[in-house]
């Protein structure tokens, strides 16, 4: 009997212990989402940091649409992002295409859409605004055939130039 009481309080002992560590780990995500804080997001930003730190352009537009492409970019990364294709890219057009493939992400947010669309005036070409803006009128509504299928791809960039 005594056998019998030990091997129950031992299998208590490692289920408590389990819950411990899950009430431990649901605690450290509430407080990082309450706080801003998230390992992953902050990951997230610091490789859009050192993407816009590259020399080459066309290596800066291969990660930026790496990342624009990502499930689950937080709300932080998505801005970022948009800072960074703006404000770092030298071509307007590869800009434009990560912007494009961010929009046109499942996870897009309206954090990141503000920052666009407060930002469409660094953009000179009329053409590039319009895309951007009805790539964004389309996601609202619903359709997102008006995002051209290789928009925001190497490709499509390298293919235009």
Do not use: W
């Amino acid at each position: 009997m005594r056998h019998f009481v030990y091997f129950v309080l031992a299998v208590f002992c490692i289920f408590v212990g389990g819950c411990f560590e899950d009430i431990g780990r649901g605690i450290d995500e509430f407080a990082g989402g309450i706080l801003g804080i998230n390992a992953k997001s902050e990951a997230t930003v610091a490789e859009i940091d050192a993407v816009g730190k590259l020399e080459s352009g066309e290596a800066m537009l291969e990660g930026l649409l790496a990342v624009a492409g990502r499930s689950g970019i937080s709300k932080r990364a998505q801005v970022r992002l948009v800072e960074t294709s703006l404000n770092k890219l030298n071509d307007e057009d590869a800009g434009v295409n990560v912007l494009l493939a961010l929009i046109g992400n499942d996870d897009f947010c309206h954090e990141a859409k503000k920052k666009i669309l407060n930002n469409t005036g660094k953009l000179k070409s009329e053409d590039n605004k319009a895309k951007i803006v009805g790539a964004i009128n389309s996601r609202v509504i619903g359709l997102k055939t008006a995002i051209p299928p290789n928009a925001g791809t190497i490709k499509s960039v390298l293919s235009e130039n």
